[in-house]
């Protein structure tokens, strides 16, 4: 069964000097904040930034990270970030990626992020805090068929 994705954001960056080696090439551990961006980015768009769930007494750790590399990415590359939410009813927040190279739109990395729904306390909440389902009800969302 394939991920069905329900919202979807695109956000560009630069490979700045900082995140590549001495052969001017990314680093594979600068993969993840480019991730990072895509969520960022994504919850920006939609209200569903850091911020906006701690509001909540929520926070929303990456208890999972999957990331498939295609190619490498250079110095001054600019870079394309899908970040799409995948539809689930369980408690968690699941995004799949995809990371392309600008001038050629060439695929540069999949990736898939697991975070889950923990209180300030840290405890684990098992089912959706209610802000998250009024947030999913609000955009029109389904709320999980897969």
């Given amino acids: ?86 539809d689930t009813l369980a408690a968690k927040i699941i995004f799949n990626y995809s990371i392309y190279r600008k001038s050629d739109h060439c695929l540069v990395l999949t990736a898939r992020s697991v975070q889950v729904f923990v209180d300030k306390e840290g405890i684990l909440q098992l089912t959706n805090p209610p802000f998250f389902t009024e947030w999913k009800e609000k955009l029109g969302l389904n709320t999980g068929e897969s």
């Fill in 1 to 86: 069964m394939t991920d069905r994705i329900i919202l979807k954001n695109t956000t560009e960056t630069i490979i700045r000097f900082s995140e590549v080696d001495s052969m001017a090439v990314v680093w594979h551990g600068n993969y993840v904040k480019y991730l990072e961006d895509g969520r960022e980015a994504f919850g920006k768009q939609y209200g569903l930034g850091y911020l906006d769930v701690y509001r909540h007494n929520i926070m929303t750790p990456v208890v999972e990270l999957s990331l498939n590399y295609k190619t490498y990415l250079n110095y001054g590359d600019e870079i394309i970030i899908e970040t799409g939410l995948v």
